[in-house]
T-cell receptor, first 116, second 114 residues
Framework: AQTVTQSQPEMSVQEAETVTLSCTYD???????LFWYKQPPSRQMILVIR??????QNATENRFSVNFQKAAKSFSLKISDSQLGDAAMYFC?????????????FGTGTRLKVLA | EPEVTQTPSHQVTQMGQEVILRCVPI?????FYWYRQILGQKVEFLVS????????KSEIFDDQFSVERPDGSNFTLKIRSTKLEDSAMYFC????????????FGSGTRLTVV
């Protein structure tokens, strides 16, 4: 069975600085998707960024980028120029690309605090 | 931007009572999901639904749980006889396709069983 591990329960970053959130996963599959979701205090989970395992190029979305290391099964999220609005819980998630399964497997989350 | 809407935002119920959590997915989405998050713990998959039937469910989703899309717009989760351990945040989500494009989540319903 696949697992997702986020080893940092909480991280802090100074406003305008850069922070990296870690995520590792375990799978025997070769084709899958990885996601980072943000859950602000308003509770709704918002997709931040996604990565397809067959793509070697790391995904980027504005200030958010990932470092996807398939062999190491690592998928870290880098937030550049951190803003107060980035403060939230961040969840890493895995989804198999196997037909017939749709579920996400989430990590336990990392709470990011942004200091003014 | 289209949203997934969940009602109510908070529900308190007596142990043993039935509850129905309601969701309105994005109108052109075809795949629907329920997840739950017990306070301080990870988000867990409950069930996925496509073409008016359950396509996948977890071991959590036992006979006490059921889902329904009664009218083509709402997507409901029913818990027949609630237990204290059902207290959690329940999230509905929908997606346009089965591929890895990501879901749109609702804001959740906090269920408190007393």
């Amino acid at each position: 069975a696949q697992t997702v591990t986020q080893s940092q329960p909480e991280m802090s970053v100074q406003e305008a600085e850069t922070v990296t959130l870690s995520c590792t996963y375990d799978t025997s599959e070769s084709d899958y998707y990885l996601f980072w979701y943000k859950q602000p205090p308003s509770r709704q989970m918002i997709l931040v960024i996604r990565q397809e395992a067959y793509k070697q190029q790391n995904a980027t979305e504005n200030r958010f980028s990932v470092n996807f290391q398939k062999a190491a099964k690592s998928f870290s999220l880098k937030i550049s120029d951190s803003q107060l609005g980035d403060a939230a819980m961040y969840f890493c998630a895995y989804r198999s690309a196997t037909s017939g399964t749709y579920k996400y497997i989430f990590g336990t989350g990392t709470r990011l605090k942004v200091l003014a | 931007e289209p949203e997934v809407t969940q009602t109510p935002s908070h529900q308190v119920t007596q142990m043993g009572q039935e509850v129905i959590l309601r969701c309105v997915p994005i109108s052109n989405h075809l795949y629907f999901y329920w997840y739950r998050q017990i306070l301080g713990q990870k988000v867990e998959f409950l069930v996925s639904f496509y073409n008016n039937e359950i396509s996948e469910k977890s071991e959590i989703f036992d006979d006490q749980f059921s889902v329904e899309r009664p009218d083509g717009s709402n997507f409901t989760l029913k818990i027949r006889s609630t237990k204290l351990e059902d207290s959690a945040m329940y999230f509905c989500a929908s997606s346009e396709a089965a591929g890895g494009y990501g879901y749109t989540f609702g804001s959740g319903t906090r269920l408190t069983v007393v």
